[in-house]
């Protein structure tokens, strides 16, 4: 009986999974058409053919459910990274053109100033923060990071591609005088002769 028992609770537990799963493509969806920082869970549950109740079950408000997007997102920008050339150069622009077709990242900066996130919510974001940074270190040749300078100095990499990314999103590079190629090369010069331990 305990098999049995055993074999029911797996299958809610992959059923459950499924369903979760079903709700953030809906959400990718969504998102696409209408941006993740207008994202609701309505339109989301409209979109995934559940009733908006039961999305509660799975998400327990917007915040919950754009970090979970984002999430998302580092994943699949880390194993990215991992595909790609190796270099510095080629990591930089795999995460330049990872962010500027990312909208669920900047939904996700703004749900964390704001609070709103619930914790367990907020460390899965985490985790794939540092996963996507770990992957980037790695495929930029920088890894292992020993140091907390080394390790600032990939934030401080990372956040520059990030800042690259939200002015070409926007066309304030162009409007700059600036092309994306131009501005990767600098950073890649920049980073690349500052000496590690």
Do not use: H
């Amino acid at each position: 009986m305990s098999e049995t028992l055993s074999r029911r609770a797996e299958r809610k537990t992959r059923q459950r999974a499924a369903n979760r799963g079903a709700i953030v493509d809906a959400a990718k969806r969504v998102a696409m058409r209408e941006g993740s920082g207008d994202l609701s869970l309505r339109a989301v549950a409209a979109e995934a053919g559940y009733a908006p109740a039961s999305v509660y079950e799975y998400f327990r408000n917007r915040a919950e459910l754009v970090l979970a997007l984002a999430a998302d997102e580092l994943g699949q920008m880390a194993r990215g990274l991992r595909d790609s050339p190796g270099g510095q150069a080629n990591a930089a622009r795999t995460v330049l053109q990872a962010i500027k077709e990312s909208g669920a990242l900047a939904a996700a900066a703004s749900v964390l100033e704001e609070g709103e996130a619930p914790s367990e919510a907020e460390r899965i974001f985490n985790g794939k923060l540092i996963a996507a940074l770990t992957a980037f270190a790695e495929v930029a040749g920088r890894a292992p990071l020993k140091t907390r300078d080394e390790q600032a100095d990939m934030v401080l990499l990372a956040s520059a591609v990030g800042g690259l990314a939200v002015l070409a999103r926007a066309g304030r590079l162009k409007t700059l005088g600036f092309e994306e190629t131009e501005l990767l090369a600098r950073l890649d010069r920049l980073f690349s002769a500052r000496p590690r331990d």
